[in-house]
């Protein structure tokens, strides 16, 4: 992690039981239902969980176009924790660079805090650059925890609706 800038960090209280948050999380068929940029849909995915095992996925633009991304599991703890390098990938699954973005890391390690509240369940998701990063790679990381935490937003309240549904 660099030690001269923060990590990204966004924290949401949602309003479901922490195992069903950290099962939208840790299971292919939850995820597919509410993961991506808005426009977007997962419409290919495979899902290992366990350390050293992935979630590889292919989401569908809204123009059609087709981008691919990885998780790539550190650390499990269920229902508590999951870590895990969040990279773009191709569509075999090997590392690639942002598709609009190409200064953007290759990997970012990605943790996701579930505690429980008394409305549900509290999200923690927190991004840091690894080691390897290019100060490149840095500063356009940095540059974007605006546009990020507007994505996240997005993404949390697609994650809320799904949550509530039936």
């Not at 990590?7 to 479901?16: E, G, S």
């Not at 490149?136 to 997005?154: I, K, L, Y």
């Amino acid at each position: 992690m660099n030690e001269n800038k923060p990590d990204f960090v966004i924290t949401r209280i949602l309003k479901a039981p922490r195992e069903l948050v950290f099962a939208a999380f840790s299971e292919g068929d939850h995820l597919a239902k509410w993961w991506g940029p808005t426009g977007f849909s997962v419409v290919q995915s495979t899902m290992d969980l366990r350390v050293g095992g992935s979630y590889h996925f292919g989401m569908r633009g809204p123009d059609g176009s087709m981008m691919w991304a990885k998780f790539v599991y550190k650390e499990i703890i269920r229902p508590e924790k999951l870590v895990y390098h969040h990279s773009f990938s191709d569509e075999a699954g090997n590392l690639a660079h942002h598709p609009m973005s190409p200064a953007w890391p290759l990997e970012i390690l990605s943790t996701i805090s579930f505690d429980e509240h008394a409305e549900g369940t509290q999200l923690t998701i927190r991004w840091a650059l690894l080691d390897n990063a290019t100060e490149e790679e840095r500063s356009v990381f940095h540059a974007t925890f605006a546009s990020m935490d507007q994505g996240f937003c997005a993404l949390l309240d697609q994650l809320q609706t799904y949550l509530a549904s039936p």
